[in-house]
């Protein structure tokens, strides 16, 4: 039995992070929400979402489909597996899942097919800045999942580990650093590394094949996705994979998509001086956003970089392949393929960004492919617009 992920109008909402893939790709905890799913239902997966993303990411011949913005836990894979063909599983005016035939968009689902409401919470995601709130809640859910019944691989004893709530893969190692687990669970994926004199506090996960540089210091409610190198000082932010942050300077209340590179001794606030309700760029809105927040740091959109020294202000947005450098703190919203800073931007060229994306690629031994060329692409024309340059 396979499973498809579907797109609701949460993938508006999360742009620029979702201009490079469906909704269930985001990676919160350990894992994305569509691996979330595999796991507990132990099947296959594909995607139901934008037409030109649907190359990239397939859909498979499936019956049940699920929201790809909806996390699972236990109760809510008890009421999905329960549901019999015909039927749609809701919470209000949000589908949750439903198995129907030849039914592919989810408000037909929930006109068409007989309702079953779900009356306990949930956590979905429809914000920005839901990732790393929501991080913590699903590190610790990913990390119950994936550790099951397993039993850990032995670090070094040059380490100091407070607590036992600690979980080593195969060809993890770590030397001279301390891992605090007293507030959270602390899991270190396959061939991963954490260099000497680091200091880590749960709940914390460093996915395969990623590294922590010397001397980090790293708080909690973080993850670092795979093939990536950080250092400096992180709070609460979530790296989705083959990114940078290799220098010191602070990221925290963060997410930082794929491919993105941060230079040395950049730094981004997250609390505003008159510790006022933090507001967002919404593409929904083209306009800024309450968040509720007095905590909120940085979004970085897939392909985005910044030179070293780079100050991001309180609830900066950086669209998809953004590039910015100079003196001085850019605007809150920097577009998608803009280049540029405080000083003003002008257009990246899209012939520019691609020789720079297949050298990046080249660096982690990948190739970007036409299918990813043909993505950018077509995100460069669509975001034309915010580019008032």
């Known amino acids: 039995m396979a499973i498809n992920l579907f797109d609701d109008k949460s993938w508006f909402t999360l742009r620029p992070l979702t201009f490079t893939r469906p909704v269930a790709d985001l990676r919160l905890g350990i894992l ?7 796991h507990h239902l ?34 809510l894979i008890e009421a999905v597996t329960a549901l019999h063909e015909g039927q749609v599983l809701h919470a209000a005016d949000i589908v949750i899942a439903y198995r129907g035939n030849g039914i592919n968009d989810y408000h037909e689902a929930l006109s068409k097919l007989e309702r079953v409401a779900y009356l306990s919470g949930f956590v979905k995601i429809d914000y920005p800045e839901q990732i790393f709130g929501c991080n913590d809640v699903e590190l610790k859910k990913d990390f119950a999942l994936l550790t099951k019944n397993r039993t850990s691989a ?13 979980f080593v893969e195969e060809g993890a190692v770590a030397e001279c650093s301390t891992f605090n687990t007293l507030q959270g669970p602390v899991y270190l994926g396959k061939n991963s590394e954490v260099w000497e004199g680091c200091h ?27 093939f990536s190198r950080v250092g400096g000082e992180i709070n609460n932010a979530v790296i989705w994979g083959y990114s940078s942050k290799g220098h010191e300077g602070y990221l925290g209340n963060a997410v930082m998509g794929q491919w993105c590179n941060i230079g040395a001794d950049s730094n981004n606030s997250n609390l ?17 956003r309450k ?11 897939d392909h985005a970089k910044c030179a070293i020294n780079t100050m991001f202000n309180t609830g900066t947005v950086v669209g998809v392949s ?24 002008d257009i990246y060229t899209l012939d520019k960004m691609l020789q720079t994306a297949a050298l990046v690629y080249e660096r982690r031994n990948t190739k970007l492919d036409e299918v990813e060329r043909d993505i950018i692409a077509h995100i460069f024309e669509t975001t034309k617009p915010y580019r008032h340059f």
């Open 272 to 288: 505003k001086n008159n510790y006022a309700e933090v507001r967002l760029w919404d593409y929904e809105k083209e306009s800024f």
């Open 322 to 345: 953004a590039n910015v450098f100079g003196a001085g703190f850019p605007r809150n919203f920097v577009p998608d393929f803009a280049w540029g800073g405080a000083h003003g931007f």
């Open 200 to 226: 880590i506090r749960g709940s914390f996960a460093l996915c395969h094949d990623s590294q922590v540089k010397m001397g980090a210091k790293i708080y909690g409610k973080t993850t670092i996705g795979p």
């Open 154 to 166: 032995k670090l070094s004893n040059t380490n100091t580990i407070l607590g036992d709530h600690i």
């Open 42 to 75: 132990q099947t296959d997966f594909g995607f139901h979402t934008q037409a030109y993303l649907q190359t990239k990411f397939k859909a498979k011949d499936a019956t049940l489909l699920i929201n790809g913005s909806v996390c699972p836990d236990e109760e």
């Open 291 to 301: 968040t509720g927040l007095q905590f909120c740091g940085l979004i970085l959109a």
């Open 32 to 38: 994305t929400i569509a691996e979330k799913w595999s």
